[in-house]
């Protein structure tokens, strides 16, 4: 049984060389079993530290960028070969909370042997190496089918996460369409924007590493195995068109809440002025007579004042009736 440094060695397995598992390794123990004719090693780790990454660098003998990358993290979706082995870096997601949180994962990928060192939120790959054991006849293929596993565990829990967001948004409508403004709402329509910008910047790089795979490198990609490598390549082309759909959804319910919040405003705008234009008649008439002339029509007489009122109520009225017809009250 692998002994764990603070939990950073989650798993070390040993396979012979018809994909059957022989069992739990050490680390120290790797380089006896790779001795063996056909034998190779999958190794999984979750943060390690220096000196782990030290000693899995002397055991398979890998280049000193890739441990360097690997140590710092935070490092761009990428596909990097040094001589006979690879050295991919890939965006992981997770949501957490209703949260979207981001990780990361680098792959050390040689003819006998594959180690992935997780850091963030990333899921364990535990259930892709499982299903990669079950199929014992691709299995003779080597790390190339736990590669394969790998990625495969990566793209399909995008999915999940763009369904989520989906429905959230559907959620959302009802508030998009209501009658008051909700600020709570465009803030989370724009957070979901911001998230999904970041989860394509992170999945776009995959359709170039996944065409890769299923292109180049003979010398590691059995020919057996490009078709499920090129499975994982459509899988990454659904997400990003996913993630550019969802993103234009987003953007149009943005707008559509603002158009709908600048209507609502207008329309209180207008009522506003038709309340002012009935208030300002009365006014202006009214003003007339509280000028203290001596000369004015119609003072003199003892019928002036209820034609007065009966002006203003008929002047009010008939603004009131074209405002009601042009529905601006």
Known sequence: ??????????????????????????????SDVLQEPGTFVWVGLHEPDAALLLKLQEEFDLHDLAIEDAHKAHQRTKLEAYGD????????????????????????????????????????????????????????????????????????????????????LHRLEADIFAETFKRSTV??????????????????????ITSQLVRLHPQLIPDELRVYFRDVYDHVFRVNESISAMREMLGAAINVNL?????????????????????????????????????MPELDKPWAYPVAIVVVVGVVGGIYTWLKRVKWL
């Not at 405003?265 to 007339?288: C, D, F, H």
Request: glycine share 8%; proline share 4%; net charge neutral.
């Open 1 to 30: 049984m692998p002994t764990p440094t603070n939990n950073m060695v989650v798993n070390c397995i040993a396979y012979r060389g018809d994909g059957t598992r022989i069992g739990e390794i050490t680390l120290d123990a790797i």
């Open 85 to 168: 082995s690879l050295f991919l870096v890939v965006q992981t997601a997770q949501l957490l909370d209703g949260n979207l949180a981001f990780g990361e994962t680098q792959i050390f990928f040689g003819a006998r042997y594959l180690v992935t060192v997780r850091h963030g939120a990333s899921l364990s790959y535990a259930p892709a190496r499982r299903s990669c054991e079950q199929a014992h006849e691709l299995m003779r293929n080597g790390p190339s089918y736990g590669l394969y596993g790998v990625l495969d565990f990566i793209v399909d829990n995008l999915l999940p996460i763009i369904r989520d967001f989906r429905e959230e």
């Open 259 to 295: 158009s709908l919040v600048t209507f609502g405003q207008n329309e209180v705008m207008k009522r506003l002025a038709g309340y002012a234009a009935l208030l300002a008649a009365p006014t202006l008439i009214t003003s007339w007579y509280g000028m203290n002339f001596t000369h």
């Open 187 to 208: 803030r989370r329509l724009y957070d979901m924007q911001r998230d999904l910008m970041t989860l394509r910047l992170a999945v776009a790089p995959l359709q170039d």
